[in-house]
């Protein structure tokens, strides 16, 4: 039953909050305020006390410096939750820092959520249970690709075909989308944390040097490219020299970096051409003509654009902004949650058991 008085005063005592909760990042939308935290979706533990001892950027500043004692945890693996306790603890933490902002709203708040595209209803229960577990009043639960293609103004309820590539940390989801639903859709655990992989073990084959994880991720944001570059492009790594044991600097070049992801960029290509040769003529013809959408923070690798415009000679755009999209997304349904129930994922109550 549902009492108008009663939801009037929660909208006017509680906060509603739009999260895009990410392998790499977590980002938060609040209503009124904009994005408010963008933060990594890390944690630093005690393994003495079992404590979190720092959560997102400071936990992060950590990476490959810790004592014995400490440990690195990242609670979300490809997207979903892998550490139930420990993604409770971050959504809790950024969930009181955005209580903060107002402290005269004093009721729990309501949560739209983004989960990737076609992961299992256990998953989305675990996601539901882990919010409200936080501190969330009321659960609502969006796949991302709907939720970055709403944050990007694309027109999805129109009978028009539009096809998202949202690429994140841990998965990459391509989805087709018209009439307000996904036409078609696949999810890829491949994204920016497997290029990440794949820098570490090319440097370790060729230029016998381990590699951090981080030093892995500012190679490939300082000189990544998929595509030619007008002049070529270096950056010194510093690892340790397995040979000997000691530390040891090299010279990396762009083309070092596309021949390490090459083959994960060629099975994302891959998977998009799967995508649109299952979707229906006529949706292929609206795409050719609207062209792909690239969002996520795997958009602004250098060079994918004109990669997959080549391959499919389809013209393809990156969004403005692509690693705040999905969170905009959430922000936007959170703004008219009554005229976006239809893209909501159903309620807990509704799914099979």
């Given at each position: ?16 909050v ?53 440990e ?17 603890e ?7 820092r ?37 501190g ?136 998009v ?42 013209p ?38």
């Amino acid at each position: 039953m549902r009492f108008p008085g009663l939801d009037r005063l929660y909208r006017l005592f509680s906060h509603d909050v739009g999260i895009d909760l990410g392998t790499a990042n977590t980002l938060v939308y609040v209503k009124g305020h904009g994005i408010v935290i963008v933060e990594p979706s890390i944690v630093a533990v005690n393994t003495k006390t079992g404590r979190l001892v720092a959560i997102g950027a400071d936990a992060k500043q950590m990476v490959g410096r810790t004592p014995a004692h400490l440990e690195i945890v990242r609670p979300l693996v490809d997207g979903v939750i892998s550490n139930f306790e420990v993604t409770e603890e971050i959504l809790a933490y950024f969930l009181k820092r955005v209580a903060r902002l107002e402290p005269r709203k004093f009721f729990r708040p309501q949560v739209v959520i983004g989960v990737p595209s076609g992961i299992t209803n256990v998953e989305v229960r675990a996601v539901r249970d882990a919010t409200r577990q936080a501190g969330a009043r009321a659960v609502h639960v969006v796949e991302e690709p709907m939720a970055a293609a709403i944050g990007i103004r694309l027109a999805v309820r129109e009978p028009v075909g539009n096809l998202i590539v949202d690429i994140g940390g841990g998965t990459a989801d391509i989805a087709v989308i018209s009439l307000g639903g996904i036409v078609r859709s696949k999810n890829l655990r491949l994204a920016g944390d497997r290029l990440n992989r794949d820098i570490i073990a090319y440097v370790r084959d060729e230029f016998k040097i381990l590699l951090g994880e981080k030093t892995a991720e500012e190679v490939k944001i300082a000189i990544g490219s998929v595509w030619k570059q007008p002049a070529p492009l270096e950056a010194t790594i510093r690892g340790r020299d397995l040979v000997t044991g000691l530390p040891k600097e090299a010279v990396i070049t762009d083309a070092d970096v596309k021949e390490a992801i090459g083959l994960s960029v060629s099975s994302l290509v891959e998977a998009v051409k799967e995508v649109l040769e299952s979707t229906p003529p006529e949706v292929v013809s609206d795409i050719m003509h609207q062209g792909i959408i690239l969002a996520g923070g795997g958009a602004l690798l250098g060079g994918l654009g004109e990669l997959l415009a080549h391959e499919l000679k389809i013209p393809v755009t990156i969004a403005d902004d692509p690693l705040t999209a999905v969170v905009r997304g959430a922000g936007i349904i959170l703004e008219n949650l009554e005229a976006h129930r239809d893209i909501l994922l159903p309620d807990e109550d509704e799914l099979p058991r």
